[in-house]
T-cell receptor, first 115, second 113 residues
Framework: AQTVTQSQPEMSVQEAETVTLSCTYD???????LFWYKQPPSRQMILVIR??????QNATENRFSVNFQKAAKSFSLKISDSQLGDTAMYFC????????????FGKGTSLLVTP | DSGVTQTPKHLITATGQRVTLRCSPR?????VYWYQQSLDQGLQFLIH???????AKGNILERFSAQQFPDLHSELNLSSLELGDSALYFC????????????FGQGTRLTVV
């Protein structure tokens, strides 16, 4: 079974600063996908960014970018110019095609952005 | 708004009872996934349906069952409820069987007392 580990239960960052959330995973598969989801207090799960394992280029979505290190099985999320609205739980997730495209989530990191 | 609708938003019931959670996927989406989010277990995949057929099972208890109807809405049935079944239950939908982008509903908060 794949495991996804987020080693930082809580983090805080000041507005406009940059923060990096860590995620490691364990798999023997070569074809898979990695995701970061955001869950604000409204509890809605929102896709932040997605990375295909076969792509070497790191994914970027506006202020959000990832550092995907396939050999190290590491997938960290960098949030630049943090905003108060970024306050949320962030979940790293793993998906492999032969498991029905289901998401396997880490335990999450609670991020607080302070003024 | 993701376009995925879950009802009810909140549900309080007693141990031993049975409840049904409902999910309407985004218009045109054929895949429906169910997830459970609890303090103990975190976010766990339960089951995946595609166009009415079960495609994958995760950590779904035997007391739980699901189905997807011809109009593509899905129901998750939870029976013989226990205190530990209290959780947030999410439905997510995606366009096809192999799409990697899933859109989540707002969840149903189940409290078993």
């Amino acid at each position: 079974a794949q495991t996804v580990t987020q080693s930082q239960p809580e983090m805080s960052v000041q507005e406009a600063e940059t923060v990096t959330l860590s995620c490691t995973y364990d798999t023997s598969e070569s074809n898979y996908y990695l995701f970061w989801y955001k869950q604000p207090p409204s509890r809605q799960m929102i896709l932040v960014i997605r990375q295909e394992a076969y792509k070497q280029q790191n994914a970027t979505e506006n202020r959000f970018s990832v550092n995907f290190q396939k050999a190290a099985k590491s997938f960290s999320l960098k949030i630049s110019d943090s905003q108060l609205g970024d306050t949320a739980m962030y979940f790293c997730a793993f998906m492999k095609p032969n498991s029905g495209y289901a998401l396997n989530f880490g335990k999450g990191t609670s991020l607080l952005v302070t003024p | 708004d993701s376009g995925v609708t879950q009802t009810p938003k909140h549900l309080i019931t007693a141990t031993g009872q049975r409840v049904t959670l409902r999910c309407s996927p985004r218009s045109g989406d054929l895949s429906v996934y169910w997830y459970q989010q609890s303090l103990d277990q975190g976010l766990q995949f339960l089951i995946h349906y595609y166009n009415g057929e079960e495609r994958a099972k995760g950590n779904i208890l035997e007391r739980f069952s699901a189905q997807q109807f011809p109009d593509l809405h899905s129901e998750l049935n939870l029976s013989s409820l226990e205190l530990g079944d209290s959780a947030l239950y999410f439905c997510a939908s995606s366009a096809g069987q192999t799409n990697t982008e899933a859109f989540f509903g707002q969840g149903t908060r189940l409290t078993v007392v």
